[in-house]
C-alpha cells in the first residue's frame, strides 16, 4: 500500500527563523517529488520540484534522500506569509493518476 | 494564458441532491482531472479524463461521475449526496508531471 506521510504540525515558528520538515514514501520505485503550498481554504500551488541533487528556490531548498525514503523543505528566514499548509506529492509512475498527496504540514509563522 | 478554471465556487446542496461542477483545463491541454479534498483528509483522485474518454477514476462510487467535452472543458457530477460528500473539489491540469489547480469548488451537503 502506497503511502506518503507528514506531521500535521502544526509548525510555530517566529518570523525569520528557519525551519524543515520532511516527508516520508514507502514506495522505493517512486519517481518524482513536488512540494505544493494550499493556503487556507484554497487550491494548492505547486512551490517547487525535488530533483535528486536537492534545489534551491530563494529562501527555499528541497531535497531527496532516497536511501532512507523522504523528501524535506527547509524555509530560510520564514516570512509572516509563509504560513500556509505544505503539501509533499510523490509520483510513482504508471497507472490511475500516478500521484499521491501527503496530508499536509501546517506552518504558521509569527511575528 | 488562462489558468484552470471552475465552476460554481461554492455549491450547497442537501443530501439525496444531485451536483454539477464544471471544469476548463489550460487553454490547449487534453486532460482534466478531478479531486476531492475533505476536511481532514489528503487529496483523494477522483476521474481523469483525457480527449474525451475516461481514463481511469479512484476508489469512489459509481455516482461520482463526469465527462469531457469537445472543447475539453469537463463536468463531474455527484448523484444522490452524501453529508461525506461535503469537500473541495479540485480540477487539474498536466504541468510536466505535476498539476496546476483549480481554484475549485466548495460543495456543502446538508
Known amino acids: 500500500r502506497k503511502e506518503v506521510e507528514q506531521d500535521p504540525g502544526p509548525f510555530n515558528v517566529p518570523e525569520g527563523a528557519t525551519v524543515a520538515f520532511n516527508c516520508t514514501y514507502s514506495n522505493s520505485a517512486s519517481q518524482s517529488f513536488f512540494w505544493y503550498r494550499q493556503d487556507c481554504r484554497k487550491e494548492p500551488k505547486l512551490l517547487m520540484s525535488?530533483?535528486?541533487s536537492g534545489n534551491e528556490d530563494g529562501r527555499f531548498t528541497a531535497q531527496l534522500n532516497r536511501a532512507s525514503q523522504y523528501i524535506s523543505l527547509l524555509i530560510r528566514d520564514s516570512k509572516l506569509s509563509d504560513s500556509a499548509t505544505y503539501l509533499c506529492v510523490v509520483i510513482e509512475g504508471g497507472g490511475a493518476d500516478g500521484l499521491t498527496f501527503g496530508k499536509g504540514t501546517h506552518l504558521i509563522i509569527q511575528p | 494564458e488562462a489558468g484552470v478554471t471552475q465552476s460554481p465556487t461554492h455549491l450547497i446542496k442537501t443530501r439525496g441532491q444531485q451536483a454539477t461542477l464544471r471544469c476548463s483545463p489550460i487553454s490547449g491541454h487534453t486532460s482534466v482531472y478531478w479531486y476531492q479534498q475533505a476536511l481532514g483528509l489528503g487529496l483523494q483522485f477522483l476521474l481523469w479524463y483525457d480527449e474525451g474518454e475516461e481514463r481511469n477514476r479512484g476508489n469512489f462510487p459509481p455516482r461520482f461521475s463526469g465527462r469531457q467535452f469537445p472543447n475539453y472543458s469537463s463536468e463531474l457530477n455527484v448523484n444522490a449526496l452524501e453529508l461525506e460528500d461535503s469537500a473541495l473539489y479540485l480540477c487539474?491540469?498536466?504541468?510536466?508531471?505535476?498539476?496546476?489547480f483549480g481554484p475549485g469548488t466548495r460543495l456543502t451537503v446538508l
Open positions: 487539474a491540469s498536466s504541468l510536466g508531471l505535476a498539476r496546476v
Open positions: 525535488v530533483y535528486s
